[in-house]
């Protein structure tokens, strides 16, 4: 028994050195790509840009975070893309139409995701259903009824300048100096880091985190062990509506309009970034920081590749090839292992 447990403690020793390691890559190749994109273009150079890559990040950021843990138990969420969109045109309708306070609106707006959380665990871990038709279901679920709800049209949430706009400063506020320049403050960032080091500790250090990466180890044994299996499935997935719900908000902070029939993607952004950042396709493996990290790689490319006249087929593709290159990665290093 001592021999294995020794074993053990090796092996996720030496895992978690390697994911330090990528997760050094990663920052090498956030840090070369947005010299590279320094250098080819002045445009990219303005504090406007910077900006943006952070606003782009937000949403895509809180819904690696929360993905982060289903792809630990080796299933994954394509509902929270769609849902993003579907959760924020729910609470802007109620703040808009129905007269909700903002405050009521946004506590909806992450209400909604734990429920689409929450059925697909159920559906994953109680019913048994393969995660991917689970989550593809629920995505056209989130998608077709945000659209019905608004009745097919765009939701604005308040300006910073209407009551109930407080919401926005939120992510980013605006300085004017005495000559009346105004100078935007993305203190969103800010919001994600602490979110980040808050889910790193429930990932290390607590029982959900730990018996999150027992289970994407291997099912079996944890429930042999004496672990509820199907309980800390269904936790995984309900964090991940439960981010993908603060999702919602920062993007109805930062975008002036929420169309509906829109989002389809952005969970791929998201599972890729924390592909990118170390998350195992497999499961069992994985950071929340190493997502955050992948997430920046998206976001670099997503922002960057247009100021070097790369058309949006392009961004594309090459992003594409950048999450294949992950996952074969991850591939490499699991057999690997084995051997």
């Given at each position: 028994?001592?021999?294995?447990?020794?074993?053990?403690?090796?092996k996720?020793?030496?895992?978690?050195?390697k994911l330090?390691?990528?997760?050094?890559?990663?920052?090498?190749?956030i840090?070369?790509?947005?010299?590279?994109?320094?250098?080819?273009s002045?445009?990219?150079?303005?504090?406007?840009?910077?900006?943006?890559?952070l606003?782009?990040?937000?949403?895509?950021?809180?819904?690696?975070?929360?993905?982060?843990?289903p792809?630990?138990?080796?299933?994954?969420?394509?509902?929270?893309?769609?849902?993003?969109?579907?959760?924020?045109l729910?609470?802007?309708?109620?703040?808009?139409?129905?007269?909700?306070p903002?405050?009521?609106?946004?506590?909806?707006?992450?209400?909604f995701?734990?429920?689409?959380?929450?059925?697909?665990?159920?559906?994953?871990?109680?019913?048994?259903i393969?995660?991917?038709l689970?989550?593809?279901c629920t995505?056209?679920?989130?998608?077709?009824?945000?659209?019905i709800?608004?009745?097919g049209?765009g939701?604005?949430?308040p300006?910073?300048?209407?009551?109930?706009?407080w919401?926005?400063?939120?992510?980013?506020?605006?300085?004017?100096?005495?000559?009346?320049?105004?100078?935007?403050?993305?203190?969103?960032?800010?919001?994600?880091?602490?979110?980040v080091?808050?889910m790193?500790?429930?990932?290390?250090?607590?029982?959900?985190?730990?018996?999150t990466?027992?289970?994407?180890?291997?099912?079996?044994?944890?429930?042999?062990?004496?672990v509820?299996?199907?309980?800390?499935?269904?936790?995984?997935?309900?964090?991940s509506?439960?981010?993908?719900?603060?999702?919602?908000?920062?993007?109805?902070?930062?975008?002036?309009?929420?169309?509906?029939?829109?989002?389809?993607?952005?969970?791929?952004?998201?599972?890729?970034?924390?592909?990118?950042?170390?998350?195992?396709?497999?499961?069992?493996?994985?950071?929340?920081?190493?997502?955050?990290?992948?997430?920046?790689?998206?976001?670099?490319?997503?922002?960057?590749?247009?100021?070097i006249?790369?058309?949006?087929?392009?961004?594309?593709?090459?992003?594409?090839?950048?999450l294949?290159?992950a996952?074969?990665?991850?591939?490499?290093?699991?057999?690997?292992?084995?051997?």
């Amino acid at each position: 028994m001592t021999n294995q447990t020794a074993a053990s403690t090796a092996k996720k020793k030496s895992s978690l050195d390697k994911l330090g390691g990528q997760k050094f890559l990663v920052l090498i190749v956030i840090i070369a790509l947005y010299l590279f994109f320094f250098a080819m273009s002045p445009n990219f150079r303005k504090y406007t840009t910077l900006v943006s890559i952070l606003d782009y990040s937000y949403y895509i950021a809180l819904m690696a975070i929360g993905v982060t843990f289903p792809l630990i138990t080796g299933g994954v969420d394509l509902s929270i893309g769609t849902g993003v969109i579907c959760y924020s045109l729910v609470g802007g309708y109620l703040i808009t139409h129905q007269g909700f306070p903002v405050w009521a609106g946004m506590l909806v707006t992450v209400l909604f995701g734990i429920a689409i959380g929450t059925l697909n665990g159920v559906l994953v871990a109680i019913m048994e259903i393969p995660p991917f038709l689970v989550t593809l279901c629920t995505c056209m679920i989130t998608r077709g009824l945000g659209s019905i709800i608004v009745g097919g049209f765009g939701i604005s949430w308040p300006t910073a300048i209407q009551p109930g706009g407080w919401f926005r400063n939120i992510f980013k506020i605006t300085l004017t100096n005495e000559a009346g320049q105004r100078t935007l403050i993305p203190i969103g960032i800010l919001w994600v880091i602490l979110l980040v080091i808050i889910m790193s500790f429930v990932l290390n250090h607590t029982r959900v985190g730990r018996y999150t990466i027992a289970i994407g180890s291997n099912k079996e044994a944890a429930r042999l062990s004496g672990v509820n299996v199907k309980l800390y499935h269904i936790l995984a997935y309900v964090i991940s509506g439960f981010f993908a719900g603060l999702a919602a908000i920062s993007y109805s902070a930062v975008f002036t309009t929420v169309q509906p029939g829109t989002g389809a993607g952005f969970e791929l952004e998201a599972i890729g970034g924390a592909i990118i950042g170390g998350v195992s396709a497999s499961g069992g493996v994985g950071t929340v920081t190493g997502s955050l990290l992948g997430v920046f790689v998206i976001c670099l490319l997503k922002t960057g590749l247009p100021f070097i006249g790369l058309q949006a087929n392009w961004q594309q593709i090459i992003t594409g090839l950048v999450l294949i290159s992950a996952v074969l990665i991850d591939v490499i290093k699991k057999r690997r292992e084995v051997k």
